[in-house]
């Protein structure tokens, strides 16, 4: 044991720098509490981080796109708004933790423009989203600066890899592991923000379970592995929702980036597996629903067949898209598309027929898989297929279950005294199991409505620090 760390106490221990970490431990700082942060990658700042990252070392907040912290102003009224996400979750979503995030939102995204200064970027006309300037890693790098402004010293490649419990059965702190060894680090209280576990085959399997392990791609960080579930549940933490995970389609550089589709004009389309079968309602369904249905198809890919008609409807957003020519194959009729896609020419042609015959009013409700919406015939050429679509794991959804001061609760439903935690760890998956025709289409959820990762582990990260450093200074006395 290297007795410096073990002689060393803190306030409070943030177990993990990603957006939840770094803004905790800047309230920490504010509240005049002593915080470090620990994190088991090196620092991502320097060379070859760009808003895209293929493969590498980088967190979850480093890979993110950065859309949904550009919220200034409340989007509506709140109980309109905590209904509207009580309703698509099916009655799962905890409007405790809903109505504290929808409270805090706007005000914690103007605190990250106003108070901590960072940039954001005008809104794009073809994105609607505001994007915090960078990105992904633009984000960790002004988080970074705000922490260290504020005397808070983030220890990279330190890997925490144990709670400690007093003998009051209080939560005291974290065994660690780096160059130097073991050591233990005591502290009042203890956030856990230690991401997802995506990169921990055996915990997706036992949760998730084969279909979303093996038919997916990787595009979450694969060094977040569960590390710090396993060490809460070791304390008595109570899980929710692990079966749920953030799935988005992909194209076949998925290691370019994440959440890849063709925004506007996939609806307007027909997606077909391996055996060329529609598997989905395309006008009804998000990505994130086609996603988690595409890995449950054969072969785990699949393809979306839309003709000229639908391109030119959007047809800057078919131009925008990054290596369209390597994604996207056109021919002038059905049967040459398929052979460009090794798809049998006469099973495509067959189901883009079937799937013509019953169009009518926008609608093709005669199908054994209707589409609700946004029918349109493909009969204008040339025709278009984006194959292949791959279906790309970013994270779970579920995780430790929180109160809305962001303690961790027992299996009981009692704060673990001591613990709090933040971002991907915590469970936030609210959504509704998918159906159609009687075809499983949806094994995961998307968070809650309208609400995004970076946003909850802001809002739930300066909960986190600013209770946790409360505990920590009054028991300090
Ligand atoms: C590809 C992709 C795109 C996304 N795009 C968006 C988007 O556009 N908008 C949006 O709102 N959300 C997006 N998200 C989701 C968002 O990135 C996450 O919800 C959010 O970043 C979670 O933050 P976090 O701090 O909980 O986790 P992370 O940022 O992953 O941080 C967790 C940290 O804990 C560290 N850690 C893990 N185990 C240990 C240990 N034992 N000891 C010490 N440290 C440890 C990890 O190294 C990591 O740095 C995206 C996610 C992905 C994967």
Redesign the pocket.
Known sequence: MKKSESASRYDVLI????????VAAIEVAEAGGRATV????PP?IGKGIRAIIPGGVA???????????GRFEPEGPLEELLERHRVRGWGRVDLDLMRTYLERLAGDCRWLRDDLKIPFLDRRPIFS?T?VKG??PGL?RYLYQAVEARGVAIQFE????KLLMDENGRVSG?R?RNADGVADICAGTVIM????Y?GNHEMLLKYVGPDITYGTVL???A??????HI?AMEMGAQMANLSTC?I?TTDKFHGE???RHMRLIYPLGIYLNMECQRFIDEGVSDSDTIANSIACQPGNRAALIFDDKARTRHAEVYQAYPRRAEVIQVAESLQELAVKIDMPPARLKKAVDEFNASVMDGKALGLSIPKKQNALRIDTPPFHAFYPVIP????PLGGLKINNTARVLDRDGSPIPGLYA?????N?AFGKPYSVGGVRTYMGSYHAGDS??????LVF?RIAGKEAAKEALARRG
């Open positions: 177990l993990g720098a990603g957006m939840a970490g770094l620990l994190d088991k990658l991502m967190n979850d907040t480093a890979r993110a796109g950065g859309g949904g912290l989203s994007l990105r992904g960790i330190t890997r925490a890899v974290a660690i923000a230690t991401g997802g995506q595009t979450g960080c060094t977040n592995t569960g590390d710090g060490m953030h988005r980036g994440p959440s790309g794991l970013n994270h933040s971002g991907s760890i915590v936030w995004s990762g970076l946003a909850t582990a990260g």
